[in-house]
């Protein structure tokens, strides 16, 4: 595993990080990049102590900006398998290995969770019908049938992230990385992950409404681009 370096975007994290960091380490992988996005409040501390690597933008710019920033960073350190992870606590640490293993065998070059081909704990019906439109919206921009576009937890070959590069800084990352995807013909698979909606992460950005935000930025997205 000393290959495997996990990505951690965050913005405003510091009642969550310290926990989900653990959490990681308990498991088995030490190898941890923490992007603070701008945070009101340095998370520089919570890294230190967990021996973490600590990038910081100076300003707010967004989701995508900052996993673009330690995707890029995790490449400088030699990092074979990159897996992207929420600092909101929704996912398991428990599905990496599953996810890593398949780049590491060399049966893909991208692995996506999918949370309706697994299991969650606390998705509103509402939600759950927004996040499906948006696999629907994606579709109709890739031409790639995913069931669950959208989830922020991924495993990256090295190759394939020095081919992905995100300019979408919000929440259409997400669509862009499928266009990426097709673009550079990368093979991609989706597995099986458990996902849960706590009412920390609900009110951290699993709302409903920023639902409806990802939609407006993947259709801006498609206008623009």
């Not at 398991?92 to 991208?110: F, V």
């Not at 696999?135 to 790639?144: A, D, H, N, V, Y």
């Not at 991924?154 to 992905?164: F, P």
């Not at 458990?194 to 939609?215: A, D, F, M, P």
Request: glycine share 8%; charged share 20%.
């Amino acid at each position: 595993m000393n290959n495997y370096f996990i990505v951690i975007p965050c913005y405003n994290e510091s009642a969550m990080l310290g926990k989900v960091i653990d959490g990681l380490i308990d498991a088995g992988y030490p190898n941890i990049i923490v992007v603070d996005d701008g945070s009101e409040e340095s998370l520089s501390g919570i890294c230190a102590a967990r021996h973490c690597h600590y990038l910081r933008h100076a300003v707010n710019l967004g989701q995508g900006a900052a996993l673009q920033t330690g995707i890029e960073y995790a490449i400088i350190q030699n990092a074979d398998v990159i897996i992207t992870f929420d600092a909101d606590g929704q996912h398991d640490p428990a599905d990496i290995e599953k996810m890593a293993t398949l780049i590491s065998q060399g049966k893909a070059d991208i692995v996506l969770g999918s949370r309706f081909t697994g299991s969650t704990q606390g998705l509103s019906f509402t939600r759950k019908m927004v996040i499906k439109t948006a696999c629907f919206i994606q579709f109709l921009l890739s031409g790639f049938w995913m069931t669950d576009a959208h989830n922020g937890i991924r495993a990256i070959s090295r190759e394939a992230a020095k081919k992905i590069h995100l300019t979408e800084n919000r929440m259409a990352h997400a669509t862009e990385i499928i266009l990426e995807i097709r673009r550079h013909k990368l093979r991609w698979v989706e597995v099986p992950v458990h996902i849960v909606y706590s009412e920390y992460s609900r009110n951290k950005g699993q709302k409903t409404v920023n639902g409806i935000r990802i939609l407006f930025d993947v259709v801006l997205h498609k206008l623009f681009r």
